[in-house]
């Protein structure tokens, strides 16, 4: 901001009053007024539309994410299917560590409950929580819109 004095801003006042004139003061006053109104709704409106923006470009990056997470956990389920057929074919039985997780859906795959708690069903757990929460907030984002806290 501009550092004015007292001083200065009683100079400035009586140039203004001298070069517009005490009758049209108050319709300028009134225009410099509405202007800036008018200047900062729109500066207002500019900041909306590119906040939205990248918010909309940071939702389809979260949708894109989640989506690829969940076509991997597919495909790490069919290959573990795969397995499963093969060794029973074949007459094996599977270690509990190659057990595929039951087939729930991705916020419930947390607590496997056909092996025992093992690394990997651990890191497949904490994935599959991962996409259930980016889903929940991809999914919140377009029903209630981007956060305009901060208008």
């Not at 007292?6 to 410099?32: A, C, H, N, Q, S």
């Not at 984002?141 to 208008?151: K, L, N, P, Q, Y």
């Amino acid at each position: 901001m501009a550092n004015l004095g007292l001083t200065e801003m009683l100079v400035v006042f009586i140039l203004v009053i001298v070069f517009v004139g005490p009758d049209d003061l108050p319709k300028m006053m009134r225009f410099l007024g509405r202007t800036y109104g008018k200047i900062r709704r729109a500066s207002d409106d500019l900041r909306r539309a590119f906040t939205l923006e990248v918010d909309k470009v940071d939702a389809e990056a979260r949708a894109g994410e989640i989506k690829r997470r969940r076509e991997a956990l597919l495909a790490r389920r069919k290959e573990e299917a795969a397995k499963r057929r093969e060794a029973e074919a074949e007459g094996e039985e599977l270690a509990p560590e190659t057990v595929p997780m039951a087939d729930k859906p991705i916020g419930e795959a947390a607590q496997p409950s056909i092996a025992p708690e093992t690394p990997e069903h651990t890191e497949l757990a904490e994935k599959a929580l991962e996409d259930r929460r980016l889903a929940d907030e991809a999914r919140s984002d377009a029903v209630f819109g981007a956060d305009e806290e901060s208008a």
